[in-house]
């Protein structure tokens, strides 16, 4: 649970600097090519993140009164046999903030929670023992967590020394963060040999 949570915070901090002045700019030539700015900032801040890793984001817009939304992001490890390579597909990625010109050209806009929508995650345990999805883990963001929720999430595990493979499905989680570095966690899930499992606790 600890690695998952690593992996929550990264995606927070993702958010973090995706809208800056060129949005401000974009948003005087038009609410289309506002969409289009924050689509090329979320894709290039992943890949200076992940700079060993292939990412793309089909779209991305604001959300009056909502905050942004990300779209078909999918992040590929193009080192790994073209079966494991896609480690992560999210069909949407719902970041609560203010929205306004005015808000933005303030600068990186005050992320207050995360809402991630059916995501797809491979997870590969190699012959050496690593697993793939270790590369999305970043640890010491310096940002301050927030709320996470992930809806609808399927996660693919396979073992290739133990040959082994299972899948998750219907993983709904909600991370809520506390004082200090800790976390409430509440969940569910069901899986190929068990119907539903729910699950709460702290990290």
């Known amino acids: 649970m600890k690695t998952l949570a690593d992996i929550l915070w990264t995606l927070v901090r993702w958010a973090l600097p995706v809208t800056l002045a060129g949005v ?23 890949r200076a993140e992940f700079p060993d890793l292939s990412v793309q984001v089909q779209a991305a ?17 193009p080192a790994l046999p073209p079966q494991y390579r896609q ?11 203010r929205t306004t010109l005015a808000d933005l050209a303030a ?9 991630v929508r059916r995501p797809l995650a491979h997870a590969c345990r190699g012959q050496n023992g690593e ?3 270790a590369k999305l883990i970043r640890r010491g963001s310096g940002s301050s967590p927030v709320p996470v929720t992930i ?4 996660v693919l595990v396979e073992d290739l020394a133990q040959r082994s493979r299972f899948t998750l499905r219907q993983l ?8 200090g570095t ?7 899930l069901a899986g190929d040999v068990f119907e539903r499992i729910d699950f709460s606790g702290r990290l």
């Open 24 to 46: 401000v700019v974009a948003g005087v030539l038009g609410t289309g090519r506002v969409g289009e700015e924050i689509r090329r900032r979320i894709e290039l801040r992943l």
């Open 61 to 77: 817009s604001l959300v009056d009164g909502e905050g942004i939304v990300a779209r078909g992001v999918a992040v590929v490890d």
């Open 87 to 97: 480690l992560v597909w999210i069909e949407e990625v719902r970041l609560a903030c």
């Open 107 to 115: 600068g990186e806009p005050r992320i207050t929670a995360v809402r």
């Open 131 to 133: 697993w793939s999805l």
């Open 151 to 154: 809806e609808d999430a399927t």
């Open 172 to 179: 709904g989680l909600e991370v809520e963060p506390e004082a």
């Open 182 to 188: 800790t976390a409430t966690v509440r969940g569910s």
